[in-house]
C-alpha cells in the first residue's frame, strides 16, 4: 500500500512559519505606536509581546515541517488559531467603527495559508483525528520534506 506525500501540506507548514517569522520582526522593530506603523495605535511593549509568539509560532511550525506527519496536530493548532485570526481581524475592519483596515492583507495571507493546510493534510491521507487530536499509541511513520535515506 502507498503512502499519500505530505510533503506539500510540510512545504506550506514552513512557509507558514516563515511567513510568522517576518511578522514577529515586524511587530518587534516596525508596529507600535510611535514606530512606523502605528495604526491601530498600540503600545510598543505589546508588539513586542506579540511579535516574540509569532516567532514561537515559527519556530514551531519550521521545526514540524521536518516530520509533519508525526506533528500533524500542530497543523490542526495553527488552522484553529489563523481562522480565529482571520474571523477577529474582518469583525473588527467591517463592524468596529474607526478600526483601520492596516493589516487586511495578513488576513489574507493567514485565509489562504489555514486552506492550504486543509487541503494538503486531506490530500495526503490525513485524517481529522490526526489534524485535530494529538498522535497517541499510532503508529510513528516518519515523513518529512528532507529526503531521508
Not at 506525500?5 to 516596525?30: E, N, Q, S
Request: proline letters at 4%; one cysteine or more; aromatic letters at 20%.
Amino acid at each position: 500500500m502507498k503512502t499519500k506525500t505530505l510533503k506539500p501540506l510540510a512545504i506550506t507548514f514552513a512557509l507558514g512559519g516563515i511567513w510568522d517569522t517576518v511578522a514577529g520582526f515586524l511587530y518587534i522593530f516596525v508596529i507600535g505606536t510611535g514606530r512606523i506603523i502605528d495604526s491601530p495605535p498600540m503600545d510598543p511593549f505589546y508588539a513586542i509581546f506579540l511579535g516574540s509568539f509569532f516567532l514561537c509560532f515559527a519556530y514551531l511550525q519550521i521545526l514540524s515541517s521536518f516530520n509533519i506527519r508525526r506533528y500533524a496536530f500542530n497543523v490542526g493548532c495553527l488552522i484553529i488559531g489563523r481562522l480565529f485570526y482571520v474571523a477577529v481581524l474582518y469583525y473588527f475592519m467591517f463592524f468596529v467603527n474607526g478600526f483601520p483596515n492596516t493589516f487586511w492583507f495578513t488576513g489574507v495571507i493567514d485565509g489562504v495559508l489555514t486552506t492550504l493546510y486543509v487541503v494538503f493534510a486531506l490530500k495526503g491521507g490525513l485524517k481529522v483525528k490526526d489534524v485535530f487530536l494529538p498522535n497517541i499509541g499510532r503508529a510513528n511513520t516518519n515523513e518529512s520534506f528532507v529526503h531521508q535515506t
